[in-house]
C-alpha cells in the first residue's frame, strides 16, 4: 500500500491542533470552576494546581506503555485511542459533581492522552530522511498554534456558553479528531508479537548516539521548564511592571501568545535548514538565542520590552522543537521509534509538572525577576551538555 504521507501530515496537524487546543482552552477558567463546585475558598489555587498538575503527571507514568503498544500495534491505532480516551474524559468534565471527580477524571485524561507523541513518530517514520525537519517543524506548529489559540477561545466560549458547555463542546472537537485519525490517516504497519518485539534495551543498544538522545529529553524537559516556569508569575511580573493595571489580562494574554506566534512562523523554515546545515546545529543556536532572551527579561522595565523579548524567545522553541524531533528520528531504529518519543513524550509532561513548581518557588523566596535568572541557567547547562554531546559531530550534518 502507498502512503501519502503528505496526507497523512495535514490530518496529524489538524489532530495535533485540537488536541492542543482541547488541553489548553480549559486552563484559563479551571480556578472559577474548581471554585463553582463547592470548593472550600481557602482551598481553590491548591485544587486548580492539582487539577492543572495532574494531567501531565499523569501523562508522563504511561507515555512509555503506550509508546511500547504503538511499536507492536501501530502509530494510527494509538492516535485513534488517544482522540477517543480524550472525547471521553474531556466531555465528561462537564457533568462532574465535585472537585475530586474532577481531578480523577483530569488524571483519567492524561492516562489517556497521546495523539501528538504517536502522530510524531508516524510522519518521522513515513516522511523521507531529507525532508524529515520541515516535516516535523510543520506538524510541531499544529500543537503550538492550538496552545497558542485555546486560552483566548476557552475564555470566549466559557463567557458565551457556560463552562460546562465547553467541555462538551471540547470532547466534540476530540470526536472530529477521532472521526478524521480513523478515515483518513492511512499507516502501512505490520503488528509486531510481543515474543519478537525488541525490548528498550536493545532498541538503545542498537544506537549510535545514546548520550545524544539522552541530552535531548533533557533539553525537551528544560524547554518545558522554561515555557512553564513563568507562568504562575506572570500576570503578577507584568502587573509590577504596568502603570496601566485595567487591562492587565489582555496585556498578559497577548504576551504568552506572541511567543507562539513567533513559533509557528520559524518552525517549518528552521526544521528545513536543519535539513540542510545539520538539525544539531539549529538546536545549538535556538538554546542560545533562548539564553540571550531570558537574562535581559530579568531587567525590563515595561510590558512592552517584555513582549518583545518573548516574541524573540519564540524562535527559539521554532528550533528546538523541530531539530529534538528530527534527531531523534535520526538516530532512533524504525522499530522503536514510538517508544523512544513516548520517553522523550514524558520528560516533556515532567517539565510541565516541574516548570510552574519551581517558578513559584524561586519567585516565593527570590522575586520575579530570580525566576528568569534561574531558567536561563537552566538552559547554559543544557547548552553544556549539548556542546559535549555534539562535539564529535559538530562539523557534519546529522
Known amino acids: 500500500m502507498k502512503i501519502d504521507w503528505k496526507k497523512n501530515l495535514m490530518v496529524a496537524w489538524l489532530g495535533c491542533f485540537f488536541t492542543g487546543a482541547s488541553i ?23 485544587f486548580s494546581g492539582l487539577a492543572i498538575a495532574v494531567t501531565a503527571f499523569a501523562a508522563a507514568i504511561v507515555a512509555p506503555i503506550w509508546g511500547n503498544l504503538a511499536d507492536r500495534k501501530g502509530r494510527k491505532v494509538m492516535m485513534i485511542r ?81 463552562m460546562e458547555n465547553v467541555f462538551i463542546i471540547t470532547g466534540t472537537v476530540l470526536l472530529i479528531t477521532t472521526l478524521l485519525t480513523i478515515f483518513m490517516v492511512k499507516e502501512d504497519f505490520q503488528p509486531v508479537e510481543k515474543k519478537d518485539l525488541l525490548s528498550t534495551k536493545e532498541i538503545f543498544s542498537k544506537m549510535d548516539h545514546v548520550s545524544i538522545l539522552i541530552g535531548l529529553f533533557i533539553t525537551t524537559l528544560i ?24 487591562n492587565i489580562l489582555f496585556i498578559s494574554g497577548l504576551i504568552v501568545s506572541v511567543a507562539g506566534v513567533s513559533a509557528v512562523i520559524s518552525s517549518p523554515i528552521l526544521g528545513k535548514l536543519g535539513d540542510k546545515i545539520g538539525n544539531h546545529k ?37 528550533a528546538l522543537m523541530p531539530s529534538i524531533n528530527t534527531l531523534i528520528s535520526k538516530i532512533t531504529p524504525t522499530e522503536g521509534v514510538s517508544r523512544v518519543y513516548s520517553y522523550n ?54
Open 82 to 162: 488517544a482522540a477517543a480516551g480524550m472525547t471521553i474524559t474531556m466531555g465528561s468534565l462537564a457533568f462532574v459533581p465535585n472537585v475530586y471527580w474532577l481531578l480523577v477524571m483530569r488524571f483519567f485524561n492524561g492516562i489517556l492522552s497521546g495523539y501528538i507523541p504517536n502522530a510524531t513518530a508516524m510522519i518521522a517514520s513515513q516522511a523521507p530522511k531529507e525532508k524529515s525537519g520541515w516535516a516535523l517543524g510543520t506538524l510541531s506548529t499544529g500543537a503550538i498554534a492550538g496552545n497558542l489559540i485555546g486560552p483566548s477561545i476557552g475564555g470566549a466560549l466559557a463567557q458565551w456558553f457556560g
Open 223 to 246: 524547554l518545558q521548564i522554561g515555557v512553564t516556569s513563568i507562568s504562575p508569575i506572570l500576570t503578577l511580573y507584568i502587573r509590577s511592571l504596568s502603570h496601566d493595571t485595567g
Open 24 to 46: 489548553s482552552l480549559v486552563m484559563p477558567f479551571i480556578p472559577v470552576y474548581v471554585e463553582q463546585l463547592g470548593t472550600p475558598k481557602n482551598q481553590v489555587e491548591l
Open 282 to 318: 539549529v538546536l545549538l543556536a535556538g538554546l542560545i538565542l533562548s539564553m540571550i532572551c531570558y537574562i535581559p527579561m530579568a531587567f525590563v522595565k515595561t510590558p512592552l520590552q517584555l513582549g518583545l523579548l518573548r516574541f524573540f524567545l519564540g524562535f527559539s522553541t521554532g
Open 345 to 398: 513524550q514524558m520528560f516533556s509532561n515532567f517539565g510541565q509538572v516541574l516548570g510552574p513548581m519551581i517558578g513559584s518557588t524561586v519567585a516565593h523566596g527570590f522575586g520575579y525577576s530570580a525566576v528568569f535568572i534561574v531558567t536561563a541557567c537552566f538552559v547554559l547547562g543544557n547548552i553544556c551538555l549539548s556542546l559535549f554531546n555534539f562535539r564529535k559531530i559538530l562539523n557534519k550534518r546529522l
